[in-house]
């Protein structure tokens, strides 16, 4: 038996631009649909993609004090997030990997690799500060 | 979908005030949970990388730790639509400061793919019997 870890790290890719298809001839795109298609079926087979969605081009976006709701700039958006892949690899490098397999890079989609943390950075930044307030006052 | 932007709305915050916020963030996730209202969802590490260009050629380090508009973090909450799942994202203690709530409605199918019905079905064919050729090669 392996001595290895086989522990695995989530990973989310965003997937940004959502009107890159415009322009493209029905060829490129029956490509590009089917090729994406069969990246998603191979990654979930091999269990490294276990959840991914398309999201709408429509939103909200909530902000301020008064949490303001306004309609999101996503329809025309080249940064706008169109979906997300998530993945359980073994690290950042085959997460990377696999984000270069994207086939709407071709066509100016850019894909985001993100890891996904399991605590909140704020709460870990809490809990220094507290640490930090400890250590000063014990010495 | 949320998406959390504005991964650093702690700076500037006291130890009491943080943990204050801390608090009500924790009772806002607990509150939403006993309502069966998340499906899933974390917080995202600082780090990360930007993949563009054809095969992926470029990739990049996020500017993900100093922007207000990075993602910091996702929810997919359990919503009957956009109205409700935006007055859960108003519902959440960070707005108060500064962060910004993306609402998403999550899709079964790609709007592109939706754009192409016709390619999108030929695409489905194709992936179910890659699918097929993975189970037959797995076996």
């Known amino acids: 038996m392996s001595t290895t870890s086989t522990a695995k790290s989530g990973y989310l890719l965003l997937f940004r631009g959502n009107v890159w298809d415009r322009g493209l001839s029905p060829a490129q795109l029956q490509k590009v649909v089917s090729d994406w298609m069969t990246w998603f079926e191979r990654l979930k087979a091999e269990g490294k993609c276990v959840g991914g969605h398309p999201l709408e081009d429509e939103g909200k976006v909530i902000s301020g004090k008064q949490r303001a709701v306004a309609d999101g700039p996503f329809a025309e958006s080249k940064e706008a997030i169109g979906g997300y892949f998530y993945l359980t690899v073994a690290d950042e490098k085959e997460a990377i990997e696999i984000a270069k397999q994207c086939p709407g890079l071709e066509y100016g989609s850019v894909v985001e690799v993100r890891p996904v943390a399991d605590e909140c950075s704020i709460k870990q930044r809490a809990q220094e500060y507290s640490t930090h307030e400890l250590a000063g006052a014990t010495a | ?139």
Request: hydrophobic share 40%; with cysteine; charged share 20%.
């Open chain 2, 1 to 139: 979908m949320l998406l959390f932007r504005g991964p650093h709305w702690d700076r500037g915050l006291s130890r009491q005030e943080l943990q204050a916020a801390m608090d009500e963030v924790m009772a806002w996730f607990e509150g939403l949970n006993q309502h069966g209202k998340i499906k899933t969802g974390q917080p995202l590490g600082t780090q990360g990388r930007i993949i563009s260009g054809t095969n992926g050629h470029l990739v990049v380090d996020g500017p993900f730790a100093e922007s207000k508009e990075a993602v910091g973090g996702y929810l997919l909450v359990q919503a009957d639509n956009l109205n409700e799942a935006s007055e859960i994202a108003r519902s959440a203690p960070m707005l108060k400061y500064g962060i910004t709530v993306e609402v998403r409605p999550v899709l079964a199918e790609c709007p592109i793919f939706q754009r192409h019905p016709d390619l999108a079905q030929r695409a489905r064919e194709r992936a179910v019997q890659v699918d097929q050729l993975w189970a037959a090669a797995a076996a």
